[in-house]
């Protein structure tokens, strides 16, 4: 193992040493933190989600993506733990990634979306289908991208937020960004509280007890550009990221709950890139700290502790033999540390190699493949391979495939945990799986359709079980089978001053426990959204609608929450607005049918409930 870590850090060291010869390119006025993003997803669906939609939500990440996307989420009531299903897998399964690094947690191999702000991030993207080659453990169903941009010449603004909603919920942010030709800051802050004491709907005088929270989101990137003698050009980046979050988790319908949750996380990244017209070199280093406190009672003291400390070394090179073709060569280590009241201390050493080749055949026919080896001590990782292909069949019509092998590594949780009732495994096998997608996208003018089907198969899936005497373990046992359909409508159209914006998406989603033939438990066959904006002037409105069918909750799909349809409104308008300064007011009203919904059994969301918020940008 000490000898294949050698050997990625000497591949390492020749690629930067490669990554001298080349020469000055022009620089765009934005540079995107993630660019293997968009040149390496071929055949892949990849959505954006607009700034003007961020902006119109609710701070969690959550929020904007139950109402944008057709990820499903279980959410154990507002500011509870959020995961997310995409495409049918559970939320290992499913990567987010910020900066081009996978941060999904140590422990649990998952995110929690209610801990990551909306408002931190000029790039929010979903990536459909499996991202294991370039995005590592996790990203087996899908991937979510957060992205820090780096912007030069756009001089100096501020944009603060302020607002307050149902629930005594308090919301204020303020962001602020300076760029030069060659320099560009911005330092941010996100905080948001709320009694979250909701009545529950259809009961007799039943709230959302302890269920407070609050949570401070910062930000800071940096970005500085220079050329040396040799007319070369480098950009050295900064990026970070703190999080601290207190929470109460609320009860259930059947039982009270005086829980406690302390959260603490911070993200570190360095960046230095060799910019050139035909080499383009990336280096990052990474810290990245994860930490929980969980109080049985929140009016004690007494608490379970849980933390782990990543460091991380990546390398990305893409050489461009031409304009069609181009070869990018990532390599990476990572040391892991982990320890807690119910986990053994333990290290673990990662190493990888991803070679991606992309050629554009034709005008019409563009290919890439893709190759990744993991080195995992302790495991034994697969050799990964993909490919994908894009053909424009017409003027308006795109036919894309794309096929992968994606993999899972057991977590710190799942090998090492050692607490009351539950015992880790060190013996478990990754997860692998594999994908296949096809999909036809219809480009007009104003109008964009697309549809597509997918198809993936898991094996040694890790689930937890209890052995005979009642102590449960995580096991490789269960394969699962998922498919389905996804189609998506975007329609823009422009009638004098006003400008009408429609989209659509809908998902069916088939995912089957092979063993049983049932149905994975929180995996709704249907998901459909809806979304009007109709701009005049400065006047702006929007109606968001989402429609999510049954889902499981017992692995015999013999208990179920029921589907649900919910409809949020909202309208904005800028009060002042010309060059330098603009004042908007907005007001939002979610649920606004007063629906009685749960995405998690016996755990009810708000009925009718309201947010006004005022911002100002000079």
């Known amino acids: 193992m000490k000898h ?113 702000s909306s408002k931190n991030y000029d790039q929010l993207d979903v990536r459909a289908g499996g991202g294991s080659i370039i995005y590592g453990s996790g990203a087996v169903g899908g991937s979510v991208h957060l992205g820090n941009d780096i912007r030069f010449n756009k001089g100096l603004s501020t944009t603060v937020t302020a607002g307050y909603g149902s629930f005594d919920t308090q919301l204020a942010t303020a962001k602020t960004q300076f760029s030069n030709t060659n320099f560009y800051i911005d330092a941010g802050l996100d905080y948001q509280r709320s009694e979250n004491d909701f009545e529950y709907l259809d009961t007799e005088n039943q709230f959302n007890e302890n269920g407070q929270y609050d949570n401070l989101n910062a930000i800071f990137n940096m970005g500085y550009l220079l050329k040396n003698k040799g007319n070369r050009t480098h950009l050295l980046k900064l990026h970070h990221n703190t999080y601290v979050g207190n929470r109460n988790f609320s009860g259930t319908l059947t039982a009270p709950s005086n829980d406690g949750y302390e959260d603490r996380n911070t993200r570190t990244l360095a960046v230095w890139e060799n910019l050139g017209t035909r080499f383009n070199g990336k280096l990052r280093a990474a810290h990245i700290f994860e930490q929980f406190r969980y109080f049985a009672n929140n009016q004690t003291d007494d608490n379970d502790l849980g933390k782990s400390i990543r460091y991380l070394a990546n390398y990305e090179a893409t050489y461009k033999l031409d304009r069609k073709k181009e070869l990018t060569v990532i390599g990476e280590v990572n040391h892991i540390s982990a320890a807690g009241a119910s986990i053994v201390a333990t290290t673990r050493n990662q190493g990888s190699i991803v ?5 554009q055949l034709t005008n019409q026919f563009t290919y890439e493949i893709q190759a990744r080896q993991e080195l995992v001590e302790g495991f034994d990782s697969p050799f990964l391979l993909g490919a994908g292909f894009a053909y424009a069949l017409a003027k308006a019509y795109t036919l894309t495939f794309n096929g992968s092998k994606n993999y899972r590594i ?22 692998t799986s594999i994908q296949a997608e096809i999909g036809l996208k219809r480009t007009r003018k104003n109008l964009t359709l697309g549809l597509r089907g997918f198809y993936i198969n898991t094996d040694d899936l890790i689930q937890w079980q209890p052995n005979l005497s009642g102590i449960w373990s995580p096991i490789n046992i269960a394969d699962s089978e998922h498919y389905g359909i996804e189609g998506a409508l975007d329609y823009t159209a422009i009638m004098g001053s006003h400008k009408v914006t429609t989209t659509a998406q809908y998902a069916y989603t088939q995912a089957e426990d092979v063993a049983r033939g049932k149905q994975l438990i929180y995996v709704p066959a249907h998901k459909a959204i809806l979304g009007i904006a109709h701009n005049y002037g400065r006047l702006s409105s929007y109606v968001q609608t989402t429609f999510v069918d049954r889902v499981f909750t017992t692995t015999d799909n013999t208990a179920q929450v029921d589907g649900y349809a919910i409809a949020h409104i909202g309208t904005s308008y800028d009060i002042l607005h010309k060059q330098g300064t603009k004042l908007q007011v907005m007001a939002r009203v979610n649920n606004l049918f007063n629906t009685n919904y749960q995405t998690v059994a016996f755990r009810p969301n708000p009925g009718r409930n309201f947010l006004l918020q005022t911002t100002i940008t000079f």
């Open 4 to 116: 294949r870590f050698l050997f990625i850090v000497v591949v390492l060291c020749a690629l930067t040493t490669a990554a001298q010869i080349d020469t000055l390119q022009v620089l765009p006025e934005v540079i995107l933190s993630d660019s293997k993003l968009k040149n390496h997803s071929v055949g892949i669906a990849l959505e954006k989600i607009s700034d003007s939609t961020i902006q119109r939500s609710r701070t969690a990440l959550t929020k904007v993506l139950r109402a944008n996307s057709t990820i499903y989420f279980r959410e154990n009531g507002p500011g509870g733990v959020a995961s997310a299903s995409f495409r049918g897998t559970n939320a290992a399964q499913t990567a987010v990634v910020w900066n081009g690094i996978n941060i999904n947690s140590q422990l649990t191999g998952q995110s929690d979306f209610n801990t990551l």
């Open 355 to 359: 070679a991606l080749w992309k050629q």
């Open 410 to 431: 057991p977590t710190f949780n799942d090998a090492y945990w050692s607490g009351p009732g539950a015992v880790g495994n060190p013996d478990l096998k990754p997860e």
